[in-house]
């Protein structure tokens, strides 16, 4: 019997190992990537970048993220944006908000429908 647990576990273990190989070079749906070769030193890449960190024409991504706040300010006034939403209200684009979250869910009920 132990004899039966030893040969069942080495040919459950091979039969994994070899599965998992036959997976291993089959990468056939992704294109080739070509090859770059550079044709600068080191020393000149560096002296690139600090080129460029001087010009200014570095171009850096996602550092400003999120947006610095100068770029979010509104073109609108704060009594046009006040005029906007009461005639949303008014036309019924909104709805109340009442601070009795997350009571009136607890009970099932909405509280922003009056009956």
């Not at 040919?11 to 749906?29: E, K, P, Q, R």
């Not at 005029?83 to 009442?98: H, M, N, P, S, V």
Request: net charge neutral; charged share 20%; aromatic share 4%.
């Amino acid at each position: 019997m132990n004899t039966t647990k030893i040969l069942s576990s080495a040919l459950i273990a091979v039969a994994a190992l070899s599965a998992a190989s036959a997976f291993a070079g089959d990468n056939n749906s992704y294109p080739e990537l070509p090859v770059q070769a550079s044709t600068l030193t080191r020393a000149q890449v560096r002296a690139e970048v600090a080129q460029a960190q001087r010009d200014g024409t570095l171009q850096i991504n996602n550092d400003d993220y999120p947006a610095q706040a100068s770029a979010l300010t509104s073109v609108k006034t704060r009594d046009q944006v006040k005029a906007e939403l009461r005639d949303a209200q008014r036309a019924g684009y909104t709805q109340r908000i009442d601070n009795a979250y997350p009571g009136d869910v607890a009970q099932g009920g909405n509280a922003n429908v009056r009956g």
